[in-house]
C-alpha cells in the first residue's frame, strides 16, 4: 500500500509558479518505468495527465502544453516527486493529483495509487 500527499497548490497570478509536492510512503513500485505522474480534473471532466517521471532511469513525460513550462523531478531518498509550474495560464486552474504505478506516462489505468488532489487557482 502507499499513501500520497500531495501539497504546493494555491492561489497566483497568470504567468506565475507554484510547486507541486508529493510524497510517497509505503512500498512503491518496482520494476522498469515505474514512478510516479502528475494528472489533474477539471469539474465534469476527465482526469488528464500532465507530467510524469520513471525511478529508475529518469524518463520525464509531459503534455506538449507543459513542456517548457513545467518540469517534474524527485527526490528518490524522500519518496517525493515535485512538479515546478512556471507561466501559468487560468485555464489551468483546476484540482492536480499524484499518482504512483508501474509505468509511467499518459495512461491512468498503469498508477495504481493516487493522492487526495491540490488545488491550483490562477488568477487572470
Known amino acids: 500500500q502507499v499513501q500520497l500527499v500531495e501539497s504546493g497548490g494555491g492561489l497566483v497570478q497568470a504567468g506565475g509558479s507554484l510547486r507541486l509536492s508529493c510524497a510517497a510512503s509505503?512500498?512503491?513500485?518496482?520494476?522498469?518505468?515505474?514512478?510516479m505522474g502528475w494528472f489533474r480534473q477539471a469539474p465534469g471532466k476527465e482526469r488528464e495527465f500532465v507530467a510524469a517521471?520513471?525511478?529508475?532511469?529518469?524518463?520525464?513525460k509531459y503534455t506538449d502544453d507543459a513542456k517548457g513550462r513545467f518540469a517534474i523531478t524527485t527526490d528518490n531518498k524522500k519518496n517525493t516527486v515535485y512538479l515546478q509550474m512556471n507561466s501559468l495560464k487560468p485555464e489551468e486552474t483546476t484540482v492536480y493529483y499524484c499518482a504512483e504505478g508501474r509505468g509511467v506516462g499518459e495512461d491512468r489505468g498503469n498508477y495504481d495509487y493516487w493522492g487526495q488532489g491540490t488545488q491550483v487557482t490562477v488568477s487572470s
Open positions: 509505503g512500498r512503491t513500485s518496482s520494476g522498469y518505468g515505474s514512478g
Open positions: 517521471i520513471s525511478y529508475g532511469e529518469g524518463i520525464k
